[in-house]
Every structure is written in C-alpha cells, then in structure tokens.
C-alpha cells in the first residue's frame, strides 16, 4: 500500500458567532439535527445584535492521502471542499484538529516556515484567469516561485520556465504574454505550470476545470494525468461534478454539510454507493438518473429542509469514520 504523504484528523473550521446564539436545529431541520449537521441559516446572527453560533464550515474532517495517488473529494457547493483545501496548504488557520504533510505540522510549517511548506504543496485554482497576476508576463509568473523558493539564478530561471511550458503544452514564445491574451485552458496551463515550478509533492486542485469548456476539460483532465505519471505526482483533486472525478480520481471522498459522508475506491463508490447522498449526486449526473418510480420521469432531488430525508450513517472501505459519525 502506498505511503501516505498527507493526513487529516477531526479537522474543524469554525467562522465567527457565540455559543449564546446557538439555534435549536431539530426544530428547523430534522435531517440535520438527525446527523449533527449545520445548515448555514441556522447560524445566521439573531435579531437585537444577539449573538450568532459559529458557523462549522468543516466539522470533525478526518481523510489519508496517498503518495502518487488522486483524492477526489467531492459535494455540492458550500459543502466544505474548498475550505478543506485551504486548510490543507497552510491558507486557513484550523479550529482543532490537525493536517500533517509528511508528518510535520502544516500550521507549524505556514507559521515558521512557510517557503518550505510552499516547496512541499501546491495550488491550482478555480478562476484559472483570476489566480494570475494581470500585471505580469508568463515569464515573470512562473519565475517568481523559481527564485523566492528555490533561489535560481537567471540563466537557470530561463531554461526552467522553458522547460515548464513544455510540461503544459504551451509554447515557448508565449512566456512574453499577459494572461488576459489566453483562453481559459490556456491559463490554467499556466497555473498548472506555476505549481510545477515548486517541484512539489503534492498538488491540491480545486475545482480546476469547472470554469472550462467540456472539450477543453478533458485536455486538462489528461495533461494532469500524463504530469502525474511522468513526475511522480500525488493530486487532491475537488470538484462538485462526479463525471470529472470518475475520470481522474483513484479513492473519492463524498462531504456533505461540512462531513465526510461516504469514501472508498472510485470503482466501488460509483459503481455501489451506500450513502443516500452519494446516490443522490449520481442520479444528477446526465445518463446516471433514474426516473423516480410512478413514471414522472424526474431525476432524483436533493433533501430539502421539509423531507426529512434520513440518511444511514457514513459508509467506508475498511474506515471507521473517526469524526465522521
């Protein structure tokens, strides 16, 4: 079994408010309080500047993952996936818990030293135009990590940057560009590039082709999968679209309200998912649904506050759900 290169344990990460304004969420929401779930509107601030309850935008995260392998996590928007990610890379503070990466603390790292961290992890983001610097060239983007992480000299910057828009498919004389003269593949090229630049040994990517055109996702989809092969990569992948994760993930890991709900192999999970949810999210899926019986031919919905949907406890491949009860 492959090393694990990162672990999460009773991950929590809380947003503002007081325990005073505390809402009684069984009485709004039977399925949450069935599951120790929190809907975001029933931490909102009370009226008369009463105090709000915290608002646990992840709650009691606990996932592995393994060198040279792809975690998918996915869920619905506001689930908890992104924040997760941050958490990971050093960019949010936990609550409790605790997230190792190669056994060493990343808070620790991100506070004492996070240019190492930084050597160690990386990011691709969503908005593949928003995440790079308008002011600067390609070059100037993909040397910055070169010479704040690794302390490259120009000659050597040079070559590499080269060598970096090889990895990616894009061409050389493109480094003289801004990124608003690319398409949006194009520029998540170059965010994908700027992650490599660290050498890193893992790589989070979150959402990283929801904002692309299908035919441009699967280019992307299979550039990560050539990069993960030929340099020995290890991937967090997140997305809210299972058919993307079918296609790059190794294990899958489903969240819902801040919980991990279901997690297993890929082939297991789509092929026999055993959480309510999960089957929910891959009725959604176009060619997965099913008609609902009596003929309506509507696809599944997801559990609103007034079905009291009741969902089994968190169903795993040999994992006791530590935090996820």
């Known amino acids: 079994m492959s090393e694990i290169i990162l672990e999460a344990r009773d991950v929590v990460r ?15 929401d039977p399925l949450a309080a069935r599951h120790g ?3 975001l509107r029933d931490r909102t601030a009370g009226f008369f500047g009463m105090a709000a309850a915290p608002l646990r935008a992840v709650d009691g995260v606990s996932l592995e993952v393994r060198r040279g392998r792809t975690l998918g996590i996915v869920g619905e928007s506001g689930c908890g996936k992104s924040t997760l990610a941050r958490m990971m890379v050093g960019l949010l503070p936990l609550t409790s818990g605790s997230v190792k990466l190669d056994g060493s603390s990343v808070e620790e790292l991100a506070r004492k030293d996070r240019q190492a961290l930084h050597r160690k992890v990386q990011m691709v983001f969503q908005d593949p135009l928003g995440s790079l610097n308008p002011r600067k060239t390609v070059r100037a983007i993909l ?3 070169l010479k704040a992480l690794h302390g490259m000299e120009q000659r050597a910057r040079r070559e590499r940057v080269a060598e970096l828009m090889g990895l990616v498919s894009l061409r050389a004389e493109f ?3 801004y990124p608003h003269e690319f398409s949006g593949g ?11 630049a660290a050498n890193p040994e893992l790589i989070i990517l979150d959402e990283p082709v929801s904002a692309l055109d299908v035919s441009v996702q699967a280019q992307v989809l299979s550039l990560l999968a050539d990069l993960q092969a030929r340099l020995d990569l290890t991937f967090v992948f997140i997305s ?5 994760v079918e296609t790059i993930a190794d294990e899958v890991v489903v969240m819902y309200l801040g919980r991990i709900v279901e997690r297993g192999a890929r082939a297991r999970i789509f092929a026999d998912p055993q959480h309510e949810y999960t089957r929910l999210l891959l009725s959604s899926v176009p060619g997965r649904g099913r008609a609902r019986p009596g003929g309506s031919g509507m696809r599944a919905s997801f559990p609103t506050e007034r079905e009291g949907v009741s969902f089994p406890a968190e169903r795993a491949e040999g994992a006791r759900g530590e935090g996820n009860p």
């Open 14 to 28: 809380e947003y503002g408010g007081s325990a005073r304004g505390a809402l009684a969420v069984g009485k709004t």
């Open 37 to 39: 779930l929190r809907r």
């Open 143 to 145: 040397e910055a990590p």
């Open 175 to 177: 480094t003289e560009r």
């Open 186 to 196: 194009q520029a998540q090229r170059i965010g994908i590039a700027r992650a490599l």
């Open 240 to 244: 809210h679209d299972l058919a993307v």
